[in-house]
C-alpha cells in the first residue's frame, strides 16, 4: 500500500525542483526524502527520478502520479476533517508531544487544575524531544498538538500545514556551584567566568551551536568538564562543586541545594516555547487548553522569582 507520507514528498519535491528544498519545506533531511522517493519507487514499481551526482530529473510517470496524488492528499484531508466533525464535541482526545521540562514542571500543574477538567479532553502524551515530536505531527503521525522550543534562531522545521503560537518565553540562567563563594543573584560579568570549569551541552546540537557563539561573542571561554543535555543532571552536577552551567527557569524550579543563580548582563537568552497545532484539530477545546499552558507557565515563572 502507498504510504500518502511519500505522496505528500513527491509532490514538494516535484514543486520545488530538489530533495534538499522539499527536506528544508517539510523539516525533514535531504537524505530522510530521498529514501522516501526510494520506498515510493518500490511500492508502485517505477522509476520516479533520474538522478545524478548534482541534480534530480522527474520521469513522466512522477508528473503524473504527482497530478493524482494532490487529489488523493486532498481526500484523505477531506476525510480526516469529517471524521474529526463526526466526533463527540463533548469528548475530544488530544494526542500531546511535549517536551521534557513541560512535562516535568507544567503539565502536572495544569492537570491538577479544576479548569483542566472542564476541558473534557482525554489526553494522550509523548514526551520527546522536539525534533521527534514534529516528525509525530506529519501526515498520518501520531499526535494532533506538538509543545516545542527553539533557541535563537536553532534549526527547527515544521511542515507549512500547522500553525504556530507562542506560549512563553523560558529565560536561561548561569548557575554556580555554592561552594564557590559567590552569592545567589550576584552580577558578574560574563569574562570573569571565563576559564572555570563548565557544564556544557553536547557540541553539534542546534542548542549547542547558538550557547558557544554567545559565549564567544561576550569573551567567555569555559573550561568543559563535562557535556549534559539533562538540565537536572546538570544542575545536581553543579551543586556537588563540578562546574558552571546555563540552564532554563523552568529547570530551576526544583534545583538542588548547593547552587546559586547568577545574573550575568551579557548573557541573555532564552527558549522561545510554542505550540504546533494540526488546522483540523484546532478546537475550542483545544485552544483553551493551549491558553490554560499559557498561563500556567506564566505564574510558575512568576513564582521562581518571588
Not at 551541552?201 to 542546534?206: A, D
Not at 563540578?242 to 537568552?269: C, K, N, Q, T, W
Amino acid at each position: 500500500m502507498i504510504n500518502p507520507v511519500h505522496l505528500r514528498t513527491l509532490v514538494e519535491v516535484i514543486r520545488l525542483g530538489s530533495f534538499a528544498a522539499a527536506a528544508a519545506r517539510l523539516g525533514y533531511t535531504a537524505s530522510a526524502v530521498s529514501q522516501q522517493i526510494s520506498a515510493l519507487e518500490r511500492d508502485t514499481g517505477v522509476t520516479l527520478f533520474h538522478r545524478s551526482a548534482r541534480s534530480i530529473q522527474p520521469t513522466e510517470a512522477a508528473v503524473v502520479m504527482t497530478r493524482h496524488a494532490a487529489k488523493v492528499l486532498t481526500d484523505i484531508e477531506t476525510l480526516m476533517a469529517a471524521a474529526s466533525r463526526a466526533q463527540d464535541s463533548t469528548s475530544q482526545e488530544l494526542r500531546l508531544g511535549i517536551f521534557p521540562s513541560l512535562a516535568t514542571y507544567v503539565l502536572p500543574p495544569i492537570l491538577r487544575n479544576p479548569a483542566w477538567k472542564k476541558l473534557g479532553i482525554d489526553l494522550r502524551v509523548s514526551v520527546a524531544e522536539p525534533a521527534q515530536t514534529i516528525q509525530g505531527l506529519r501526515a498520518g503521525g501520531e499526535l494532533d498538538v506538538a509543545l516545542v522550543y527553539q533557541v535563537g534562531q536553532s534549526g527547527l522545521a515544521w511542515p507549512h500545514t500547522v500553525d504556530r503560537q507562542w506560549i512563553g518565553d523560558d529565560d536561561f540562567r548561569v548557575v554556580l556551584p555554592a561552594a564557590w563563594g559567590i552569592g545567589t543573584d550576584s552580577k558578574v560579568a560574563a569574562p570573569h567566568l571565563s576559564d572555570m570549569p563548565w557544564i556544557m551541552h553536547h557540541p553539534g546540537t542546534s542548542d549547542a551551536t547558538v550557547i558557544e557563539r554567545l559565549f564567544a561573542s561576550c569573551n567567555l571561554h569555559p573550561r568543559v568538564v563535562a557535556y549534559s543535555d539533562d538540565f537536572h543532571a546538570s544542575l545536581e552536577m553543579a551543586a556537588a562543586g563540578l562546574g558552571a552551567a546555563l540552564v532554563p527557569e523552568l529547570a530551576l524550579l526544583h534545583r538542588p541545594a548547593g547552587v546559586v543563580v547568577l545574573d550575568v548582563p551579557e548573557i541573555r537568552l532564552a527558549r522561545n516555547v510554542f505550540a504546533l497545532l494540526l488546522n483540523e484539530k484546532r478546537t475550542a477545546q483545544v485552544q483553551l487548553f493551549v491558553e490554560l499552558l499559557g498561563e500556567t507557565m506564566h505564574k510558575l515563572e512568576t513564582a521562581r522569582k518571588d
